[in-house]
Every structure is written in structure tokens, then in C-alpha cells.
């Protein structure tokens, strides 16, 4: 991931749901061209912030092992503005469970006690023998550097651990 949408998870279950939060900020470079003078947080990022939350509870029900793609945004309903010092709460939980091709999760987003989103999205898993060989093996989505992210913010439970420099990978010699 090139930009992360959210601050921090604050609840996280294993392949049933996660809890994130944005700090919304005026220090964030976008919002002082949308809108020039009157910042709003737009509705493009909050659905890349409920991807990611999303995405990063897909991905670590399977340890990481799985390339999670978003496949389909199916709804997405926005109720209210976010703006400069709002903190947003994004809830994702998965429906029914995540399975090999994928999972679906319902989404909400809220500030405080008012409803801000309601999204519904797809992810699928493209693992190493469905995957397009132009993608190569690399995991593109959990990333050696995310996961290396996920540890230093504190959420060891969500990362699995790296690999021992002084023991041979498979493989390797």
C-alpha cells in the first residue's frame, strides 16, 4: 500500500471483525484542494480507509498468506461530512466467513455517536496458483514494509512473526 487511510486499529477479531480510527487532520495535503476553503475529508478516502480495514482483517485470517484485492465496492452511502479535526471510526465486519476465493464485509463509519458511511465490499484472495504469472510471487499487498508497519504500531497479533536471520528458509542455503 502506497498510503494508509487509517491511524490505528482498536479492535481487532480474528475473521469476524476490526475497529479502526482517522484522525482527520489539516495538515493532510489533500483536503487543502478539496475544497479550497472549506476542507472536507472526501468519500473516495474513506472507502480506501474501510478497504484497508477490511483488507487487513481478510488478509490476516489467513495469516498474510493470500493476496487480498479489492474486488467491488457494492454499496456505499454516505450520510454525513467529515472534516479537519474529525475522528472517524471505521467498523468492518465480515459476512458469514472468509473463504479461499475471498469474503464480503459490511462496513460503517461514524463519528461519535452519528452514522457518517454505510459500505458494502468484496475482497478476493489471488493466491500464488490462480495469480496471473505477471504478478509475479511477491505478496503486493502485505508487503514485507506493511507488515513491518503493522509491527511497529503496535499490532504484533495482527503480523506474523519475521523470519529468523540465523535459521536456513526453505529454500535457501
Not at 475471498?102 to 468484496?122: N, P
Request: charged letters at 30%.
Amino acid at each position: 500500500m502506497r498510503w494508509i487511510w487509517i491511524d490505528k486499529f482498536v479492535e481487532f477479531e480474528r475473521g469476524r471483525r476490526a475497529v479502526a480510527v482517522k484522525n482527520v487532520s489539516l495538515a493532510e495535503e489533500h483536503l487543502h484542494d478539496h475544497f479550497p476553503g472549506y476542507p472536507v475529508h472526501p468519500p473516495t478516502l474513506m472507502i480506501e480507509g474501510m478497504a484497508q480495514t477490511g483488507g487487513v482483517l481478510v488478509g490476516e485470517a489467513l495469516d498474510f498468506r493470500e493476496k487480498v484485492i479489492l474486488a467491488k465496492v457494492t454499496r456505499a452511502r454516505f450520510h454525513r461530512r467529515v472534516v479537519p479535526g474529525d475522528q472517524i471510526r471505521l467498523e468492518a465486519a465480515v459476512v458469514g466467513e472468509v473463504r479461499p476465493e475471498g469474503a464480503s464485509i459490511d462496513g460503517r463509519i461514524t463519528r461519535g455517536a452519528d452514522l457518517v458511511a454505510e459500505i458494502q465490499m468484496m475482497f478476493a484472495h489471488l493466491d500464488q496458483s490462480r495469480a496471473p504469472l505477471e504478478l509475479g510471487d511477491e505478496n503486493f499487498v502485505f508487503t514485507e514494509d506493511f507488515i513491518r508497519l503493522l509491527r511497529m504500531r503496535q499490532l504484533n497479533h495482527l503480523a506474523p512473526p519475521p523470519p529468523r536471520r540465523d535459521v536456513p528458509q526453505e529454500g535457501r542455503p
